[in-house]
């Protein structure tokens, strides 16, 4: 090397130096690759205790393992391949060793399997069977999907009132509700359950429907019921106006899309919650109509939450037959490979989003006391 080389080395090396001295004095720091929304990278290894006590939560069967896969790994790959949350699986019946041995081969990450207890996937004392049985034969003569399904039924009831309280989840704070066959079109580069977390959001959702009227005659009214019964759990009084259209008389079917929900667990064992459940419960509707899930939890996060505390994730790209979720903004689609076009947002069945976010903030206080 000549001599005006080691003296141009030189004096570049000396610039560098220069210019990082001035950079660190002047209060401007790189961005730490060690950290992760300001969190150690470390805390997100397989088997290390997480930011947030969270968890991917499914109710799953054994022959769904295909699907199953095909689920985890698009959130693997999208999302839990860096962040490595735990997977909770849950059956009425115990999983099979082929599933177990596939499904904990997809991930790095901590996977336990439970099975439901029995008084949690079963008829209660209060239902009269032989009426539920009329009942179902009624609905399938108005051609109503699942019309004679008792274990979607079962189903409906389990992830309305008792997913939460399995003991697999006692240590859980938050959930990440997976379901078999769905897609994730866009990579997720931060913690939801942080976001969450750090912001007081309580529930988040992609995509908002509304429901087929049929399957739920009565459900409005049983939660009309509740409401007056106990006035002082609504948080949200303009929740109303999101649910219904004419001010409260009918249920318009706005609901969140519950195969895809991160949520707070407390949110759900709360006292108001739990209150709400039991009182639909007892009504008998999920087993003499065909009350799912996903409008009896819209319906107590539209009321029983303050506005900010429901949160639509507008960035994750989701898809579940027959509806996607798909960004609208340019910076967020570079990540990933969905049609903006065919998102769900511009469908007159998929309004509730839009409807949702323009509802006003204020909560029953506010708006009583101007």
Not at 237 to 249: H, I, K
């Amino acid at each position: 090397m000549s001599l005006a080389s080691i003296g141009l080395n030189l004096g570049v090396s000396l610039l560098l130096a220069l210019f990082m001295q001035w950079h660190n004095s002047s209060g401007v720091r790189a961005p730490d690759s060690n950290l992760r929304d300001g969190v150690d990278i470390a805390l997100y290894a397989p088997g290390v205790a997480k930011p947030v006590r969270a968890a991917f939560v499914v109710l799953v069967r054994n022959s769904e393992l295909p699907g199953m896969k095909q689920a985890m790994r698009q959130i693997e790959d999208r999302f839990n391949g860096k962040f490595n949350y735990p997977y909770v699986f849950l059956n009425d019946v115990p999983f099979t060793d082929e599933f177990v041995t596939e499904t904990t081969a997809m991930t790095r990450a901590n996977v336990s399997f439970g099975v439901i207890p029995s008084e949690h996937w079963s008829y209660p004392d209060f239902i009269n069977q032989t009426y539920a049985q009329e009942c179902r034969q009624n609905l399938e003569k108005q051609g109503v999907f699942y019309a004679l399904s008792e274990s979607y039924r079962h189903m409906c009831r389990f992830n309305s009132g008792f997913f939460f309280r399995h003991p697999l989840l006692d240590e859980l704070d938050w959930y990440w509700r997976l379901e078999p066959d769905v897609e994730y079109s866009c990579d997720i580069d931060y913690d939801p359950f942080l976001y969450m977390s750090r912001r007081g959001i309580k529930y988040g959702y992609t995509i908002a429907l509304h429901e087929y009227p049929e399957t739920i005659p009565n459900l409005w009214a049983t939660a009309k019921d509740f409401i007056s019964l106990q006035p002082e759990f609504i948080r949200h009084a303009n929740g109303m106006q999101w649910l219904s259209d004419d001010g409260g008389a009918t249920y318009n079917g706005c609901h969140f899309w519950s195969n895809f929900e991160i949520g707070s667990l407390n949110f759900f064992r709360s006292k108001e919650y739990l209150a709400y459940f039991d009182y639909l419960d007892r009504a008998g509707g999920f087993f003499y109509e065909r009350w799912g899930d996903a409008p009896v939890h819209a319906i107590a996060a539209a009321l029983l939450l303050s506005k900010e505390e429901v949160h639509w994730f507008e960035d994750i790209g989701y898809y579940h037959n027959p509806w996607t979720n798909c960004p609208q903004s340019h910076e967020s689609r570079l990540r990933c490979h969905c049609d903006p076009a065919k998102s769900a947002i511009h469908h007159y069945w998929a309004s509730c989003t839009k409807s949702w976010l323009e509802l006003p903030s204020a909560n029953m206080s506010e708006t009583a006391n101007p």
